[in-house]
């Protein structure tokens, strides 16, 4: 992913491996957007937007799951701040 999406924040960034799911998980839901998880045999949440109610590609954003890493905390970031979420917001959103 391109550089312009990496938070400008760095003390925020540095502490990405901090964030849990449910923090994720709650913030989805305070940002407007929307997610769903198959019926059966996965732990993972796919977060989408909220105006395309299919649950195919076109509305999919990223998956989120427990025991993400560093790594994939800094991928779902920089999703939703390429998606158009704002970095205030996301960082108020991820607040305990």
């Given at each position: 992913m391109a550089d312009e999406f990496l938070p400008k924040n760095k003390q925020f960034w540095k502490s990405r491996g901090n964030i849990r799911f449910s923090q994720f998980y709650k913030a989805i839901e305070k940002l407007g957007l929307r997610t769903t998880q198959p019926n059966s045999g996965s732990s993972h949440y796919?977060?989408?937007?909220?105006?395309?109610?299919?649950?195919?590609?076109?509305?999919?954003?990223?998956?989120?799951?427990?025991?993400?890493?560093?790594?994939?905390?800094?991928?779902?970031i920089k999703c939703l701040l390429e998606y158009g979420i704002?970095?205030?917001?996301?960082?108020?959103a991820l607040k305990k």
């Open positions: 796919a977060i989408r937007k909220p105006n395309i109610l299919t649950n195919g590609l076109e509305s999919f954003i990223i998956n989120i799951y427990e025991g993400m890493s560093k790594q994939a905390n800094g991928d779902v704002k970095e205030d917001e996301l960082i108020k």
